[in-house]
T-cell receptor
């Protein structure tokens, strides 16, 4: 089983749609959780950290369910510029600084 | 967040040659840097953890004699791909750990080995 698993995608949605991405992780001792965004042929960029209480940043909402080892990202009112690959990232077993990346979910927002 | 640069941004080389990639932390003293590799349509895979002033820690399956890492200062880590072969063609990305568990990534180096 992969340490971090994501929806395979791709997701193709119209502008203005709401889209949700899911992610599960296998290490129950993981402490840090993130969503990164990666544009084609570019480096990943931090979108947001994910906290136990859930957190929101504008149109983006992240949720964490430790009992189910499940992380989600909700994007509301999607924009063309949201088109990218979204990476679910978890800190690795036994190490607070080493990250494990999911394989990513590709989102294309259509005009 | 930390500003990280990489050089070169892309390189094409012949099979059998060695290629050095530099990773610089421009505004943050980084005792630890990370090197990742990403093949097309795959996610980032950690290759090694680079520790300033000491030996790097390599992930399982990554040959330390092929991927030489030097982290001689708090702002510079280098990755040298020795005797590169076409299967080493990939996107190499370094990152710097921030004050929390967040990491900040360099823009990456695209290596093509002919």
């Amino acid at each position: 089983r992969k340490e971090v698993e994501q929806d395979p995608g791709p997701f193709n949605v119209p502008e203005g749609a709401t889209v949700a991405f899911n992610c599960t992780y296998s290490n129950s001792a993981s402490q840090s959780f993130f969503w990164y965004r990666q544009d084609c042929r570019k480096e990943p960029k931090l979108l947001m950290s994910v906290y136990s209480s859930g957190n929101e940043d504008g149109r983006f909402t992240a949720q964490l369910n430790r009992a189910s080892q499940y992380i989600s990202l909700l994007i509301r009112d999607s924009k063309l510029s949201d088109s990218a690959t979204y990476l679910c990232v978890v800190n690795r077993r036994g190490s607070a600084r080493q990250l494990t990346f999911g394989s990513g979910t590709q989102l294309t927002v259509l005009p | 967040g930390a500003v990280v640069s990489q050089h070169p941004s892309w390189v094409i080389c012949k099979s059998g040659t060695s290629v050095k990639i530099e990773c610089r932390s421009l505004d943050f003293q980084a005792t630890t840097m990370f090197w990742y590799r990403q093949f097309p349509k795959q996610s980032l895979m950690l290759m090694a953890t680079s520790n300033e002033g000491s030996k790097a820690t390599y992930e399982q399956g990554v040959e330390k004699d092929k991927f030489l890492i030097n982290h001689a200062s708090l702002t510079l880590s280098t990755l040298t791909v020795t005797s590169a072969h076409p299967e080493d063609s990939s996107f190499y990305i370094c990152s710097v750990g921030g004050h929390t568990d967040t990491q900040y990534f360099g823009p990456g180096t695209r290596l093509t080995v002919l």
